[in-house]
């Protein structure tokens, strides 16, 4: 037995859209459903994630370098409407609350 014990005890992830690592709780699940990024805050739905900040920066970058279909191996662009909407729902309530 060697001392191995905490190896990973904080899972990180690629923001896709400012490209920083950070801790999996601090970015947001994106999914591809029918050619629309859906957000995931919850974790539960399935297939291939994509992980961004829960910010219109990172989210605008995401877009621009169309990060999105790449990371969710998906061929056509993908409409990010009701995740801007979410994103900026999310920013909203956490500028409200501070
Ligand atoms: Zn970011």
Do not use: N, W
Request: overall charge positive; glycine content about 8%; some cysteine.
């Amino acid at each position: 037995m060697s001392g191995r014990t905490r190896a990973r005890a904080c899972p990180e992830r690629t923001c896709v859209g400012c490209r920083e690592r950070a801790a999996k709780a601090e970015l947001l699940r994106i999914v591809a459903i029918k050619g629309a990024c859906v957000p995931d805050p919850r974790g539960t739905l399935p297939g291939r994630g994509a992980y961004v900040h829960p910010a219109p920066v990172c989210l605008d970058q995401a877009v621009r370098r169309r990060a999105f279909p790449r990371a969710l191996r998906v061929p056509g662009p993908l409409d990010t409407k009701a995740l801007r909407h979410h994103v900026e729902q999310t920013t909203v309530a956490e500028q409200a609350t501070r």
